[in-house]
């Protein structure tokens, strides 16, 4: 399966491929875009490296492609300049020139980092997605989003820049841990959530006009015991990741740069998500997980502003916890910082903190500016 992307202003296309079980088909479709001798920099962390880097690296070798690896840590503590700089500096010492591209192999820390990296590495080298997680599947590795954290600025630091194509193996997903695959799960649930007002944006494509809804096909999955969790979903996984790819796809193609607002509506629960991870100092909760805490808190945000019943709310809750998903924060994340953290966030507007609520129905989301802290406070406590 083939997607496209056509990049607002630069009119360049991404090509998105869904590939089951082919990762290592990527070196023939490199062979269509870079020459054998090209260097090619996969950049990893211990854990993808060791299931798969060994077989990535030869396949690309043998392709005639002079390759190098270099491993990160594992979690988004890697997401920082140090790590940026000690990756740059190794693709110069392995002498990688404007030619040449770097592989971003792995989940979200990997692939925000490794674009970061190719955007800034001699103003701009090519960079290949080859994401290995749910989340960075349907998410992530899609749009060009790239970058690392400062200091306490989640994605302080960063750049819109495109990837040459974006090539993905769903059944990679299933070897990694339950918990990251639920995290996952998350992002999924959250583009159900966001849906209806994808399709209205964009024009409801042919690509995006699914009958039934997203929601209604999460609803339907019926999830067993953990040890047969995986193969339970493995016949919807190429489904639920071709749908999210195919809505975010739609979203990025109209909105690059985030100055619509369209593309912002994926930021559904991150205002608070990103509040809880920061808190917990990135430690406790998964990104998934802080997606999911978030997801709740927004619903019951719009909720007391009175454009969501509760009954809507409790349908979310009791989807989020049907994947395992945790739908109450920890009380040691105290309301008050939290605030504090989402008046930093990126979409904070002089008008006060910027959130994505629901709106109205499941599938349906709005901007919301200048709700009260109060009404904030009121739902964190
Ligand atoms: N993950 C949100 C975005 O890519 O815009």
């Excluded at 190794?90 to 002498?95: I, K, Q, S």
């Excluded at 945000?301 to 989807?319: P, Q, R």
């Amino acid at each position: 399966m083939i997607l496209k992307t056509e990049i607002e202003k630069s009119a360049q296309t991404v090509p998105i491929h869904i590939r089951p079980g082919e990762l290592l088909l990527l070196s023939e479709v490199c062979l269509t875009h870079y020459p054998p001798k090209t260097k090619l920099l996969i950049v990893t962390d211990a854990i993808v490296k060791e299931l798969w880097g060994q077989a990535l690296s030869e396949s690309l070798k043998q392709a005639g492609y002079l390759v190098y690896t270099y491993t990160i840590p594992v979690g988004e503590s890697a997401k920082c300049l140090s790590v940026m700089e000690s990756v740059l500096r190794f693709a110069l010492e392995a002498g990688l020139s404007r030619q040449d591209a770097m592989i971003a192999f792995g989940g979200g820390v990997v692939g925000d980092l490794t674009g970061f990296c190719a955007a800034t590495y001699f103003r701009g080298i090519d960079y290949i997605q080859v994401p290995t997680t749910l989340l960075a599947q349907v998410d992530s590795a899609i749009g060009g989003k790239v970058g690392v954290n400062l200091h306490h600025a989640k994605n302080g630091l960063g750049a819109f820049y495109q990837p040459r194509f974006i090539w993905m193996d769903p059944t990679l997903v299933k070897h990694l841990p339950c918990r990251q695959l639920r995290a996952g799960l998350a992002e999924v649930i959250k583009y159900s959530l966001i849906e209806t007002s994808i399709q209205e944006a964009c024009g409801s494509p042919e690509s995006l006009s699914h009958t039934p809804p997203l929601f209604t096909v999460l609803q339907k999955i019926v999830v067993k015991e953990e040890a047969v969790e995986k193969d339970c979903l493995d016949t919807e996984l190429c489904e639920l990741i071709s749908r999210c790819v195919a809505l975010k796809t739609a979203v990025v193609s109209l909105d690059e740069q985030e100055k619509t607002g369209l593309r912002a509506l994926l930021n559904l629960g991150h205002t608070f998500a990103h509040a809880y991870e920061e808190l917990s100092g990135y430690q406790d909760l998964l990104h998934g997980e802080a997606v999911s805490l978030g997801l709740v808190k927004a619903a019951q945000l719009a909720s007391i502003l009175g454009h969501f019943s509760s009954s809507h709310v409790e349908t979310i809750i009791a989807m989020l916890e049907k994947f395992q998903l945790p739908t109450v924060p920890s009380p040691s994340l105290e309301p008050l910082k939290l605030i504090a953290l989402m008046r930093q966030d990126k979409k904070a507007t002089g008008n006060g903190i910027r959130f994505v609520l629901p709106d109205s129905d499941i599938g349906r989301v709005r901007i919301v500016d200048g709700v009260d802290e109060h009404q904030i406070l009121n739902i964190l406590s």
